[in-house]
């Protein structure tokens, strides 16, 4: 069994609260606009970090970071990228990478609208995208997800509210 931290949208943000909810993980997955080296760094000194570059990201991170990764963990196929849309409005890159695979789950960033749900078209699988656990951006709250994987099962997830983009917002009631 693995324990998971994603996140998302970090532009360059991280505090203490983010990285007190992804101690206990045993990997990090980021799916782009990590926003600074420093930043990808910082979550590398708490765990393992499996990450692609987003639109923001440039220099280093668009050189040592893939546009789109895909692996195997726990016997689930795993594909993570930036920019892909959703089901079933996923954008041209994404069909292209949902045509020539069949991942039990697919992750992207970029829109910072936390959506968890089951592609209908693609039988078992998942689509997460975890919002933004970044300051900057049109999100009202920050967001991050945790689950385990055990067997190529998704299982406990979580979404962690990290409280809302900025100090000054309210949210309304």
């Known amino acids: 069994m693995v324990k998971i931290g994603l996140l998302s949208d970090t532009h360059g ?3 203490e609260q983010i990285l007190s909810f992804l101690k206990p993980c045993d990997e990090i997955w980021h799916a782009g606009d990590i926003g600074a080296m420093e930043t990808y760094e910082q979550l590398e000194q708490v765990r393992p970090v499996r990450a692609v570059y987003g639109n923001i990201d440039g220099g280093v991170l668009r050189q040592i970071l893939p546009e ?3 692996f195997n963990i ?5 594909m993570i990228t930036h920019i892909g849309g959703y089901p079933p409005r ?3 890159h994404s069909q292209k990478l949902l045509k020539n695979a069949t991942p039990g ?3 992207t960033g970029h829109s910072h609208i936390l959506k968890i749900m089951p592609d209908k078209a693609r039988k078992n699988m998942l689509f997460i995208n975890p919002g933004a656990a970044g300051r900057h951006g049109f999100h009202k709250m920050r967001t991050l997800v945790r689950f385990k994987i055990h ?3 998704i299982e406990g997830l979580e979404v962690v509210e990290l409280g809302p983009r900025s100090p000054k917002f309210k949210m309304e009631n």
Request: charged share 20%; hydrophobic share 40%; proline share 0%.
């Open 13 to 15: 943000y991280l505090d």
């Open 74 to 78: 726990e016997g689930l196929e795993v």
């Open 105 to 107: 789950l697919f992750v």
């Open 151 to 153: 067997q190529a099962k």
């Open 68 to 70: 789109t990764l895909s």
């Open 90 to 92: 996923y954008n041209s």
